[in-house]
């Protein structure tokens, strides 16, 4: 199960993978979605995110654009406004309509082709891809297609990350989908804490970066970290709701990376609620736990 479990969500990639760059766009149903989001890591690149808070003038967001280039990629946004603004998409503003797209980076200059960045033009053919309506493709594609992870005894003996995705059905309750953009300076693990991805010895096994540190056995930490996260519901949420699954949805990045929300990665969470479904908040919040966190564990297990 992917993300577009959730009634009227698509997802859409565009990649280089020779310049391991991408940008992942995720578009909700033309009337727009409520959202929520929670930054939690020390550096982030966004862009959007403070319209989100309770109590500002917008409602809705139309679209989320998740890109690589770090700042310099945010302008995939430009492209993904354009893709709505030309089908009368957008937030009524006069005689205008302004396309309202929330937006995160990762840091990935450092691993492809130096000066290749998503722009608008990517943006909008990410859109396209989308208009497909199928299950998104995992790994190293997208917004993951230049991410790594576990790069605390140094890049050179980390791993691939990526992109992943999966849902949560409640029993006679609302789904929950998630989309995960796996690129943290920690390693990842699996439901029972083994590492599926992360820092490598010279040998090609998984060292335990997390040990490691531990026992002062880990290099200095260097920036170029981020793990970007959209939990989509159909369950009925306002924009405060939407907030509060989003802080609740950051625990899946503590139970699939280690370490994470360290002052060298920008983790960003966002909620989205599409539909008008009941649901328990307990039972809505371990949803999109789970569902996140196993998204991240397929970003680094799935190879496209």
């Known amino acids: 199960m992917s993300i577009v479990e959730v009634p009227g969500v698509r997802v859409g990639h565009w990649t280089d993978a020779a310049a391991r760059t991408g940008c992942t766009v995720i578009l909700f149903p033309p009337p727009g979605a409520v959202a929520g989001v929670e930054v939690r890591g020390a550096a982030p690149a966004t862009r959007e995110t403070d319209l989100l808070r309770p109590g500002n003038l917008v409602e809705r967001v139309h679209a989320i654009c998740l890109t690589g280039g770090s700042a310099f990629g945010l302008g995939a946004a430009d492209g993904v406004m354009r893709y709505l603004r030309e089908r009368g998409v957008g937030f009524a503003a006069g005689r205008h309509r302004v396309p309202i797209v929330p937006t995160a980076a990762i840091f990935d200059l450092g691993v492809g082709e130096v000066g290749a960045v998503p722009g608008p ?97 880990s290099r200095r930490p260097a920036f170029g970290n981020t793990t970007l996260g959209v939990v989509v519901t159909d369950a009925a949420l306002d924009r405060t709701r939407c907030r509060r699954l989003a802080e609740v949805a950051q625990d899946a990045l503590a139970l699939a990376i280690r370490p994470a929300h360290t002052l060298y990665d920008g983790d960003a969470v966002f909620a989205v609620s599409v539909g008008e479904a009941e649901a328990e908040p307990t039972a809505l919040g371990a949803a999109a736990v789970e569902a996140l966190r196993a998204a991240i564990e397929r970003a680094v297990v799935s190879r496209g």
């Open 121 to 217: 033009d990517q943006g909008y053919a990410a859109c396209l891809d989308a208009e497909r309506g199928e299950p998104p493709a995992e790994g190293p594609v997208g917004a993951g297609a230049g991410a790594t992870v576990g790069k605390l005894l140094g890049p050179e003996r980390s791993c691939r990350g990526g992109v992943g995705t999966a849902a949560v059905r409640l029993p006679d309750g609302p789904t929950v989908g998630a989309l995960a953009v796996a690129n943290a300076l920690g390693d990842v693990v699996d439901r029972a804490g083994r590492v599926v991805a992360g820092a490598r010895d010279e040998a090609g096994g998984f060292v335990d970066a997390w040990r490691a540190l531990l026992e002062g056995r």
